[in-house]
């Protein structure tokens, strides 16, 4: 008996140590990425302190300044986005994000409506999607659907992601390298935010009501759209689609989901709209970082003008004074010097 | 369920609990369960060859079996009336009978295995030549994909009936035992052959859980899924590259081709090899070695010796013997002593047989000529070592050569590979043509620089990966060597510290987590953005 | 066992084989060795020595390949 529970008391303290080791090879071997990073802190916010979500792809994720909204309006908002996100990631991880928050509002922005996702070419997208998110059912839910319309992916190597970046050890230089863990706090709230700028024009006829038939939806992005914005009904939370600026809009696609928002009962807001573009009063010449992103001084502009418009339509606290809240004060202390040229 | 795959992980790991936490006396059943399960995850439809072959073998057996007894209790009571010319009769009278059970059942199996084998091969050729000839005869040329593991099954089973035919042990009268015995699933899918006498017991006794045992199998596992995935698919990017492109990659490209491929070669099924031996073990059950360090074999012979042993033995065992103990080629010795002399006339039994088992082993391979040609040129081999050994030991006396030294034997061992490598030239050229062109181009284009010059680097893995191949094939060579010298690596591991095997453990499986050639292709440092 | 030796000798004059016991488990005699053996044997004893009968047990020592041919003689 005694020898017996000599050999398991190996074996486990084997496996304890062989699973630091690999934890600590995966550090040292993931490709460290700020989408990914602010992702994963999303984890830290404490539960159901967040007012706002801001979900979708990279416009939202440039566009949109936590920092600014909390300095001027007083309620808190995370961005989990990241570039080129699935529909189906987005709807996990909108669904993962409400198992830790409670927020008074959901704000997708959901362009890739009429997008086909090309899972096969998007590896690089999903990955930085997914490498900050812990096990859960949805992150699992994830993983199917892209080993269904991807048959090179397994299941192991995104559960596991060294077992993906193992070959990265012929980047390493051995001299310098340093374990890069996922981030755990983020002053940013989620938001990768863009210097320097593209001079861009608004094209003529922009947003120009035209004969031209607008460009159709893609079924299964509009499925997990779909699904996204029911599992927010059924907790009861109001869901706002977004449109950020973006020199490519057209009208017809505006008015089409204008329609898709009226058909699910919630709300559409266009930024790109003429009267919201007057209110907003960018600058092309300076304030996008290209045609379809916003850069810093446009993601101020437009959370600034955003804040006050959420604010009012949405009746949102305001925990400036609040003591709990103190930790957002420091954190846009931080944003505030590292903005500042 | 590939070797390499974590199904097979999963597989095993879950055979090996279900079997250790059965009832003793069921054990067997659960053995028998799994092996079909294995196979069912290979190809259902593959099944009826296995059962076909397990069925028709089994009532050969039985049979020849109930023969057998009924004959010794018959001539037992009739020996003592019998003179020797009798007695002589009945015994051929009887193997006569044998031989009614047995051939028929040879036939069928080994029918079975060159119909799905060779048909197609044998049809176009056919076809080929009455085009030549402006027949106007079609023969049907289907191309099978071959089941699991025939070539294995078929000659476990057939050994198992020549030997009961040989009375060399009763037939097993359970179907389902002896069901178990031909699809034991660590050999089913490459060996190595095992013969009856060395698994019955094993298989159907309740092999008990022993951690040495488990911890013995899992080492030899890792070990050999290191050799896989580290050596030999890290090798093949290279030999594929070379023998794809021969006209471009020709002269010295074509010895590095053919010198890697042997690497890889013997990466890839000696840890093939050490998995299934290590699965195995984990059941308790010890198999039969199937390579023991054939690069370090001193001479052809010395190198089919330790090259797919249970194959050669087999070979050796029912090919070789009964043909050249056979009542022909005792003939054919003694003519040819009267026609050819002591030597020669001693030797022919032994050299036309041995040509025929090493030709039948070149076709085993598959069906292709140059397959043939494989055969060919290691008969060839064989034969004219035969010939011409005793000659050249005189010369070696009479230049005074000592044989008994390190640098000698490192002569035989690097003779020994060159012949095998360009064996193997055979073997992996996409033909016959292929290999004599690629040949002729590494001796005519000879450019040692290459290897000085970056040639190496064009082959498609870069620095970094060559120097992990190189690494990791002197540490197969080191193990080789220590085993060569008489040393149980795994022994000798178990009985050092610590923390010296818990380094040795993490090093194994860290190596094989980051340089195994396993993932996407996909250069993971890139994401490329996209602005959307 | 005098013409047993003498064929052995004269077949391989380099082996022992007073000594050793293990001729095939240690590789000293080989399938020539022993294809030829057979050939001599079964001429000099006027038995036949079938395939199943080359097995290491009966081949490993004079003594053992005496016995089968006594056995085979028997037959």
Known sequence: ?341 | MAFTSVQFVVFLFLCATVYFLTPKRYRWVTLFIANYIFYFFAGPRYLIYLLATTITIYCGARQLGKMSSKNKADFAAVKLSLDKEEKKAWKANFTKKKRAVLIPTLLFNLGILSVLKYSGFVGSNLNALFARFSLDITMPAPSFLLPLGISFYTFQSLAYLIDVYREKFEPERNLAKFALFISFFPQIVQGPIGRFSDLAEQLYRPNGFSYERVKFGVQLILWGVFKKLVIADRAKVIVDTIFAYPETFGGTYVAVGALVYCVQLYGDFSGGIDIATGAAQVLGIQLEKNFERPYLATSIPDFWRRWHITLGAWFRDYVFYPLSLSKFFMKVGRKGRKLFGNYIGKLLPVLIPQFIVFFLIGIWHGAEWKYIAFGFYNGTLIVLGILFDQPLKKLIEKCQIRTECFSWHLFQVLRTLVLIALGKIITRAPGVGASVYMTQSMVRNWDGDILCNGGLLKLGLDTQDLWVLLLSSLVLLTISLLQESGIHIREALAKQNLLFRWIIYLAAIFSLILFGVYGLNYNASDFIYRGF | METLLKILEELRPDVDFQENKALIDSGELDSFDIVSLVGELSEAFEIEIGAEDIIPENFNSVEAMMALVTKLQED
């Open chain 1, 1 to 341: 008996m005694k020898m017996a529970l000599r050999i398991v008391i190996r074996c486990v303290a084997f496996l304890l140590v062989f699973s630091m080791l690999f934890l600590g090879a995966t550090e040292y071997l993931r490709r460290a990425d700020d989408e990914a990073d602010e992702i994963h802190a999303f984890y830290n916010e404490p539960k159901n302190s967040i007012d706002v979500l801001f979900m979708g792809s990279s416009p939202i994720l440039r566009g949109i300044s936590p920092m600014v909204l909390w300095n001027q309006e007083g309620f808190t908002s995370y961005v989990r986005a990241s570039a080129l996100q699935a529909p189906a990631v987005t709807y996990g991880l909108l669904a993962e994000s409400l198992e830790y928050q409670k927020p008074e509002l959901v704000v997708l922005l959901c362009d890739n409506i009429f997008l086909e996702f090309e899972y096969a070419e998007r590896e690089g997208d999903l990955r930085r999607a997914l490498d900050g998110m812990k096990l859960s059912k949805y992150k699992l839910q994830i993983i199917r659907q892209i080993t269904a319309e991807d048959e090179r992916q397994t299941l192991l190597s995104y559960v596991f992601p060294l077992l993906r970046y193992h070959e990265r050890w012929k980047e390493l230089d051995l001299a310098e390298a340093e374990p890069v863990p996922l981030l755990e706090n983020s002053f940013k709230k989620g938001n990768v935010y863009l210097r320097g700028s593209e001079p861009q024009a608004y094209p003529q006829n922009f947003m120009a009501p035209s004969d031209e038939a607008p460009p159709e939806f893609n079924e299964a992005a509009k499925g997990y759209i779909e699904q996204t914005i029911q599992f927010c009904k059924e907790k009861d939370i109001p869901v706002l689609l977004l449109h950020l600026p973006k020199m490519s809009w057209s009208y017809g696609q505006s008015m089409k989901l204008e329609e898709f928002a009226a058909e699910m009962g919630v709300e559409y807001l266009d930024c790109d709209r003429e009267e919201n573009r007057a209110q907003l009063n960018l600058d092309p010449a300076v304030d996008y970082y290209d045609q379809g992103h916003m850069n810093l001084d446009g993601s101020i502009k437009l959370s600034q003008w955003l804040g006050t418009h959420l604010k009012e339509a949405y009746g949102l606290p305001d925990h400036r004074n609040e003591g709990e809240y103190q930790a957002w004060h420091e954190d846009y202390q931080q944003y505030a010097e590292r903005i500042s040229p």
